[in-house]
Structures are given as C-alpha cells and as structure tokens.
C-alpha cells in the first residue's frame, strides 16, 4: 500500500515564477564528500507526494554523519541562454576533458529535478567538474559531486529570484541533491548533519539534511578522518543495487530499527563527548551495513583481507595504547579511520607503522571534520 507523504515541502520547492532573466553567467562551488556515521542503507518503496508523484530517494532509515573538508568536489557551471526545446543541453568535463560516461548520470538528474528547477531547458550548459582527491581512489565522488552541481543550480536559480532567502537556498539545494546521490544531500552544509526524519532531532526530513540541531563538544570540532585506500578499483557491487536489494531483506526491519536508536545515542555522544560509546556505535554501524551486504539475496562482500587486517590492527592498537581511535566502512574496502586531533601524531605513526603496507600502493588521505559546502565565485 502506498504511503502518501504530507509534508509541504515538496510543493514548496516548485517555484511558480522568476523575477529576473539572466541571458549568460557561470558559478562555482566546491562542495566535500562525507562520512555517515550510522548508515544510510535501503529506500523507502511507494512513496507519493501530494500531487501523486512517486517521491524518490527516500531513505529507509535516518543517518548522521561528518562532514569532510579536503575531500571535495569543484564545479563549474556555465550557462547562456538558447532556444528553448524538450531536451536538456549540457556539455561534461572532468578535469577540462569531455566525459561522456558521466553524462547519462547527469541527464537522470536533470529528468528527476526539471519539476523543481523549470528553466533548465531554456539554458546550455557547460559543467566543468574536479576532485581534489585522487581519481579512482575508491572514494565515493556522487556526494560531493551532485551537491557541488545542485549548489550551482542553486545560484543560478537565486539570480533569477534574488528574494531567495539563505535558509530556503540551502534546504533546496540539500533536497536536489538528494536526488542526484541520496548522500549528497549531507554534503551541502554542516559539519555534523542529519538526514531522515528523526523524532529526537528537529527539523528533520527525509527530504534534505539538516545540522545537527544540538551543541557539538568540543572534541569533535576538530576531529580526524584518516582513509585508508584498500582497493581503488571499482566497486563489484553498485550502491543503487545494494539499497534494492533491502527491500526484501529478511534483517531489513530490525536494521531500520537500529539505525533509528543508534542516532538517538549518538546525539548524545556527540553532545557530551563520550568517547567510548561513540567508538562502540560508530564501528557497529560499519559492521551492521556491511553484514546486510552478506546476508541480502543475492549476497556479496566488498571488504576485503587487508580490511579485516586493518581492523584487527586498530582494535590491538587501541587496546594496547588506551587511545581512541575507531575504524568506519562504506559501502566499499576502504578504512575510514576516525580519531581525536590531540592523538593525532600518535595515531599517524601508527598509520605508517603498521597499516600503510595494506594499502593500496601505500595510499592513504589525512582529512578532517569540514563545514560544508564553499561559493568560490
């Protein structure tokens, strides 16, 4: 049975007309890539708006995450105005060159936004995109990606309708985003964010991210986030495909469950600095996506042994030296290693020491705790 979602801000985001006419111009915006904490994993089915629409990219159960800073995309948007037709024109570049494998991904994107943004149609395009991280490192870039691109839109949008306030731009370009990479909605702004509704949490939404509401402790207003680069081929298994494949998961209701008090605990956490409870729920969580990966039908696994090794090696590390440091997945091999900025010189050794020899090539990035997206001109 179908679901109807009640909630105005759908409408809301369809403007009824613009103020303005801008003939040419172009933007720029880098926006970061981030680390959920507890993990989005699964979309809702048969959700329709007020207006009969089926909404897409609902998440099955909320998620919270970190906000990265160096890890980030840079997109250039040009746009002149041309003969209104029913296609969308855009050129793609990917570090200056055309990329015509991106641009099916792109055109999706535009056929879900269209409703939200009409003058997409009466504009040429040139979208010129980069990442400050290396290609193909195993790092997911549709996050930062397609909300680097929805912040663009976004400008655009708000030159055409300078009354736009600030709480609105962000909302929307957080809720296009989410329909380009459901994730990339926590990419927008925040160092802490929080997407899905959530009864603990104010103002959230299954439509956008939010900031975390609450007050932040002071130790993770520096926090680290150092990524270990296990494997940097691509993954075996899409995302959209993993997400599918919950719907008839025989754990997916009580994981929907987790999900849903582990973000109550750790607001908490991350409100008084607990830094224990924070490790427990942090590495659980990457455990729990992980172990829905190998019990969904069919199954697969994306960790691989120097995964486990790193793991193992961080637990007889901490165990040993009494400092806090954790480990987080994504949907891939690769080791997100979460620590406090006042251990970093001891926890970086450690990296050199011991884990740098499971990495790919000997890669890893040092990253840290980021606010969001950035207006570059």
Known sequence: MSKIITMLEIADFIPSKYSKLIAQGSFQWSAPSNIALVKYWGKKENEVSQNGKLAEQIPANQSISLTLNHCK???KLTFSLKEETDAFSFDLLFEGKPKEDFKPKIQKFFERIENYLPFLKSYHFIIDTENTFP????????ASGMA????????????????????????????????????????VRGSVVVWGEHADTKGSSNLYGVAFPNKINAIF?????????????EKQVSSTVGHNLMH????????FLQAHHNLSAISHVI???DLEQFISIVESEALTLHAMMMTSNPYFILMKPNTLEIINRIWKFRNEHKIPICFTL????????????????????FIKDELVGFCQNG??????IGDGSVKLM
């Open 148 to 187: 680097a691109l929805a912040m663009n839109l976004m400008s655009l949008e708000k030159a055409l309708c300078p009354e736009m306030t600030d709480e609105y731009f962000y909302k929307k370009a957080s809720f296009l985003a989410r329909l380009g990479s459901g994730s990339a909605c926590r990419s």
């Open 248 to 255: 008839n998961h025989p754990f997916a209701e009580q994981r």
């Open 135 to 142: 290609h193909s490192s195993g790092i997911a870039s549709s």
């Open 73 to 75: 995309t840079i997109t």
């Open 221 to 233: 207003g520096t926090f680290q986030d150092t990524i270990l680069l296990v494997d940097k081929g």
């Open 363 to 368: 890669q890893y990035i040092c990253d840290e």
């Open 271 to 273: 409100e008084n600095g």
């Open 330 to 349: 994504d949907a891939g091999a690769n080791v997100h290693v979460l620590y406090p900025e006042n251990v970093r010189v001891a926890v970086l050794q």
